[in-house]
């Protein structure tokens, strides 16, 4: 479970499907129903492209709240300076590779990212008295019963049987539209502790930090994924192995592409 | 001329005190061709079971040792039924020498515990124990998950940063 096959660079294109076939995850799932092409270019073709200044970001902070949520678990909760060192160490990890910074953009978006932390922290969110269930666990779940995938995937954060799950936007979410647009991730995940531990989750929250000019935290509470979300993510699932056996990578046009980093290969394709 | 097609899903539980709980979903479809048979078929089934699983968690009323069924009720229990065997009939006292978690997951600590010497099974007892609160065999497949996670660490073996982080949307980026 805690090991991911690396995958060879000699590996056929039929490998690879049967490979995608056999495992799925909520981001794999939702790039596939988003456009089929640009899933192929991502985990079929595999093709690299610079990391993004947002993702970069991300991670930093994704590094420091594991870390905090890790220090309180054990009830020796980070200070405020150990925070920032955390941050100062997990910006300067360049292991997935590095961005193509504009000037004076990484100091710019250094301190957003330390502003964001800064502000969830203080806001208290995650008292120190409760003690976390799991913390950026990885999971997964046979679903060959159903005739599906292996489903995988890694929870942020799990307390008093809620999945909690970290995201920096750029915008104010709407509660109710968010609830829509993640529905893929937080059923799969509700699935996947439903397998991982007998228990049905308590509900799901989607903590956001927003990246305005005054950081603010945005957290979604949704109640535990219903019969018809599983029917509806399965289905998903459904045409996601069909699409996968019919090799069925067509473009999908729309207001998706303009961030899209496979825009100049969609266009050549034919 | 319409093909009807009629499906049935039952499940019989059992209970403590030899008691037992069942339900069973039926359902009526139409269909135009006889071909669509065992698609529907397959269709329906998982419906229904899926249906009935998530219905008989909740036991209800369950008779103890001291009501045997005919008087006061017992608790209400919260969450899912008693365990049951294959035969479904109330499991037998919990192993002490059974994991909860899965098998690759028991050697995959135990890997770790043979292959490291600063890590006893001592030190994964007493990290469970403060994680959890419970022994090893104890956990769960998630508790099991997050032990490992944890024990590489201490072996200075954490597992390499997930790709899940890499190449997301750019305007809702996953922290």
New interface residues.
């Given amino acids: 479970m805690n090991t991911l096959a690396a995958s060879s660079p000699e590996r056929s294109e039929q490998d690879v499907l049967t490979a995608l076939q056999a495992t799925v995850s909520a981001s794999r799932l939702s790039l596939f129903l988003q456009c089929r092409l640009k899933f192929y270019f991502r985990y079929v073709l595999k093709l690299k492209k610079p990391k993004t200044a947002s993702l970069h970001l991300g991670n930093a902070v994704h590094a420091v709240l594991k870390a905090w949520n890790k220090a309180r678990w054990v009830q020796q909760p980070l200070s405020l300076k150990v925070v920032h060192e955390t941050y100062q160490t997990a910006w300067a990890d360049n292991t997935e590779g590095s961005v193509a910074w504009e000037p004076g953009e990484e100091e710019a978006d250094k301190t957003t990212g330390w502003r964001l932390l800064d502000t969830y922290l203080r806001e208290s969110h995650l008292p120190a008295a409760i003690k976390p269930d799991a913390v950026e666990v990885p999971v997964e779940a046979d679903l060959q019963q159903h005739g599906l995938p292996r489903l995988i995937g890694i929870l942020d954060l799990v307390q008093q049987r809620q999945i909690i799950d970290y995201k920096t936007s750029a915008t104010t979410p709407n509660a109710d539209k968010v609830s829509h647009t993640t529905e893929i991730q937080t059923c799969s995940y509700a699935i996947l502790y439903r397998h991982n531990t007998g228990a049905q989750e308590a509900g799901m929250q989607l903590h956001h930090l927003v990246k305005l000019k005054n950081p603010k935290v945005v957290i979604t509470t949704l109640p535990p994924m219903s019969p018809g979300q599983e029917t509806r993510l399965f289905r998903q699932m459904e045409a996601y192995l069909e699409g996968l056996q019919r090799r069925d990578f067509i473009p999908s046009p729309g207001m998706h592409c303009s961030s899209c980093e496979f825009f100049n290969e969609c266009r050549l394709w034919s | 001329m319409a093909i009807k097609l009629s499906a049935n899903y039952s499940k019989k539980l059992g209970l403590p005190q030899y008691s037992s709980h069942s339900f069973s979903a039926s359902v009526e479809v139409e269909l135009n061709d006889i071909t669509q048979v065992e698609a529907e078929v ?1 269709k329906l089934y ?2 229904l079971q ?2 009935v699983d ?1 219905e008989i968690q909740q036991p209800g009323f369950v008779p103890t040792a001291n009501t045997n069924g005919n008087s006061r009720p017992a608790p209400q229990q919260k ?2 039924a008693q365990p049951v065997n294959g035969s479904g009939h109330p499991s037998a006292p919990p192993n002490a020498d059974r994991w909860n978690c ?1 098998d ?2 028991r050697g ?1 600590i135990l890997r770790i515990v043979n292959e490291n010497p600063g890590i006893t099974k001592q030190v994964a007892e007493e990290l469970s124990q ?2 959890f609160g419970i022994g090893v065999k104890q956990l ?4 099991a ?2 032990l ?2 944890d024990l ?1 660490v201490l072996a200075g073996k954490p ?17």
């Fill in positions: 397959q998982q419906l899926q249906s998530q969450g899912r899965t690759g997951q995959f403060q994680l769960n497949k998630m508790q998950s997050q490992i996670e590489l597992t390499p940063r997930q790709t899940r982080w890499q190449q997301q949307p750019t305007n809702a980026q996953a922290a």
